[in-house]
Structure formats: structure tokens, C-alpha cells
């Protein structure tokens, strides 16, 4: 009797302890979202929405007229987003397609944790190497001044979003029943054959969310950006300019702005807008995710 | 024996690493039959048809010894493609596997791998094999359906239909009923009746009674070895070995 009122006792305990650290979690998320938007509203009393979302020009301490347009700052993530997903997604898909239909099993213990360390590496390096080796190799290429630009950008975040890419994508199509992989074999399907027709479509929605979740590190990223890309605040038209996209332009002017002033307020709505298209990137990777998964069982 | 042999194992050695699962196999599968391969759990049925198609070519760590003949010719030559190989021997699977596509796409599939695009010759061609398969009734509305949405008998006729489009010379069917249900069964040893008036058939059954009402030969296989090959009344009626003769009779395995 005594005995299993202790124990009962436990399994509460333990599923409260859990159910805490839970909710500790979506209290973090929501804490810092209701921070974001407390700190970002005011900027709005000086600001209209629409200016601020869709006007080219950011130059708040213009001493004739303050504009606070972050459309270019938009494009610029986008763009130098885009450019490392163009970059990642055929190599990373490539390479987990490798790791689990092509290499031997030593090759795949060697490299599967090798990625998993190039996930470790923090960005300031990543930026470093931008500066020291892509730059200048990028300007050689190109004919350019310098190669502190667009391209490098998307190179590095290339780079920083392939082992998740990877990583995931070689779950999910290792996680395609070896049955499907045997019924193409046996109707005379090649090795080849039997990747893109079989075992890729069958792990789609994996990738999918592999490359959402890549993207959602790429558009975040901050450190990586700030020191390779130039922080030209002029609206992109290309990769190859400078460009300044939004988590570089919070960085380098947040610590610099006086407090409570429209500008500092306006840092925060484009950090508002971040995270608004983090989250919604991360969503629609955990939606596809699920279906994937809800499918599988 | 007057047929002539389709396919056949000459001395085969098969191992796993270092375990010998088949030892010295001589067997002949006569042309447009059905020879059954019967056995204890565990005695290499399913190795040696999977030999036969070289699809333990995938399967790390494996070494064979010996030959198998298609047709006089040696499947391991050099000259001989295990893609085309497969293309003139299919195989059918214990459990069903179509694939996560529509029902068309999945009978579809050999011909297109194929490189046949033409949407009418297709759509022939998925026909026939469905009939053939005596699947066509229940799925001629709703070929664009998930092969998933399917019952596990009509899942595997449908392997079977896929298996048929290719138009191989081979089926091979590794215990094809030991997943599905007793009515299911009962149509899928009817279809294999039929298959060889066509089609050369090996099927790796657990099941005495199948075996003895589908094939014309049976081979009896125990440890790797083969015991006893003849055709299937007599091994069923006067074997000539003691062990077939237990084993049939049920008294092992
Ligand atoms: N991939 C494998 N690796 C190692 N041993 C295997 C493998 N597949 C089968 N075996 C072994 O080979 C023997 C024959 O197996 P199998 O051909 O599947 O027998 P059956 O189909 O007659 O039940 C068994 O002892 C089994 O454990
Ligand atoms: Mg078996």
C-alpha cells in the first residue's frame, strides 16, 4: 500500500518535472515574442507599417528627413538566403542521397560526424574565412574591388546550412523502407533509377523540412553576414554588390543608437519581422515534418 | 524429366560472411512450370531464389560459388547486365511492397524505367497485367488512388501485376501468401496456376499444401542442401528420402 502511494508519487513528480520544463520553454518563446513586440510598437507612433515595410531607404539619422524603410534590408536577406539555398539544397541533397545509398559503411561513419562537427563551428570563423579567403578570391574571379558582397554571403550560409540539410535528409531516406528500394531492384530499375524515382520521392517531405529548417538558419544568421557581405545600405539589385541585410543592419547599429528613440524602437520591429519569418519557416518545416512522420506509421 | 531447364543452379555455394547458408545446390527449374522449393525456417529458401536474380548482389558481405543458368547462359558472365537480368527474371515479395504511388504509377513503373512514355501504350499495358493479375475489377475506378489504400491480398496482386508488366521470362515468389488472408491466398495460387502457361514460376513456400497444389515439381532443401527434387506427386505421394517423407507428414520443421 505504502509502497505504491510512493510510487504513484514519483510518476507524478517526474511527469510535473517534464511537463514543466515544457512549458518553460514556450513561456522562453512567448516571453521574448511579448518583448519584440512591446519594444517594436512604439516605433509605429512615428512610423506608418506600410512605409516601413515596403520604402527602399533606411537612414534614420538623416539630418533632413529620418527615413526607416527596411524593404532593402528585406531583399537583402532574401536574396543572400535564396543564393545559399540555391548553393545547398543540390549539394546537400546529393550528399545525403550518397551517405545512405552510395558509401561504404566506413565512409559514412567518418563523414556523417564530420558534418556534424562543420554544424559546431561558430560563425565569427565562418565570417572569418569570408573576410581572409572568399573575399579576395571572389574579387580575383570577378574583376571586383573587393569581395565582400552578396555571393560570399550566400557561400558562407551555404556552408553553415548544409548539415542540417544533410543531416536530415539522410534520415529521412534512411529512413525509406529498404522494401521500396528492393521492388525497383527487381523490376530492373538501376541503382540511379531507384534513388529519384523511388527512394527521393518517398523521403520529399523529409527534405523538405530539411531545407526549411537550413533556411531558417540562414535567414537568421547574423555574424556570418555582418562580416561578409559589405552592409551596403544601398537597395541590392544583385549578388555581386554589398548588401545589408536585416540581422546585420540590427547588429551594427543597436549598439550604437540612444535609447528609446524611434531608431532604437525601429531596431526592434525588424527584429520583430524576423522572427515572425523564422517562425514561419520553422512552422511549415515542423508541418511537413509531421505528415511525413504521421505517414510513415 | 523431359522439360527443358529455364533456370537452374549448378553447384552454388552461397555465404553470408562466414556462414554457409547453401551447400552445393544442383537444381533445374523446368520451363513454364512451377516448381516449388519447400524447407524448415532458416534453411536458405529464400536465399536461393533471391540468387537467382542476383538480388543478394546488394546484400554487403555476401560470396557465391558456383553457376546459375538462364536460358544455358551464366547470369554471373561479365556480358551479363543484373539489370537486365532482372528485367527477364522478376520476383514477387513475401510481404507486399507496392510503392507510395498510385496504383497506376506502381504497375506502371517497369515500363516507364524503361523509358516507354507513350500514355495509351501504358495505359494498356497496366490493364493487361491487372487482369492478369485478376485485379482489374476491383481497381479499374480507381487507378489514381494510394497503392496503400489497397487490402494486403490486393496489395500483393498488385506487386504481382507490377511484376508482370515488365514481361519477365521468371517470376519468382518467396512465400507470397504468408501475409495475407486464406481467400487471398486462394486467388493468388489460382493466378500462379495460370502464370504458367507463360511464365516459368519458383515459389518458396511454407506451406505444404500450397506447395502441393500449385507446382508441378518441388524441391525439398534442409540446411542448405538440397534432399530430394522431383515432381510434386511423386515427392508428395512415394518420396524417395526419409527426411521429405517426415517433413511432409509434418513430423518436423
Ligand atoms: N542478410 C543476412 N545476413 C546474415 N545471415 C543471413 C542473412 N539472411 C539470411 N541469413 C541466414 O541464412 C540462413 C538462411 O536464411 P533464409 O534464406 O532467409 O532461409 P528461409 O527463407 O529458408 O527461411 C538463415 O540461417 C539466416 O539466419
Ligand atoms: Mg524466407
New interface residues.
Partial sequence: MNKRALRNLKEKSVRTFFFLNGLLAVVVLAGIFLLLLVSAVPAFREIHLREFLFTKTWDPTSPLKETYGILGQIASSVLVTLGAMILAVPVGIGVAAYLSDVAH?RVREIVKPAVEILAGIPSVVIGFLGIVLIGPALAKLFGLGHGLNGLNGSLLLAVMSLPTIISISEDSLSAV?P??G?????????RW?TLV??KL??ALSGIIAAVMLGMGRAVGETMTVLMATGNARAFPTGLMQSLRTMTSNIAIELGEVPYFTTHYYALFAIGLVLFIMTFLVNMVADIVLHKYQQ?ES | MTARSKIEARKLDFFYGSKHVLKGLDLACPEKSVTAIIGPSGCGKSTFIRTLNRMNDVVAGTRLAGRILLDGADIHDPEMDPVELRRRVGMVFQKPNPFPKSIFDNVAYGLRINGERRRGRLEEVVEKSLREAALWDEVKDRLRENAFALSGGQQQRLCIARALAVRPEVILFDEPCSAIDPIATARVEDLIQRLKTEYTVVIVTHNMQQAARVSDYTAFLMLGELVEFGDTKTIFTAPVRKMTEEYITGRFG
Fill in positions: 559503411a523502407p522494401a521500396y528492393e521492388a525497383s531492384l527487381a523490376l530492373g530499375g538501376s533509377q524515382r523511388v520521392p518517398a505517414r
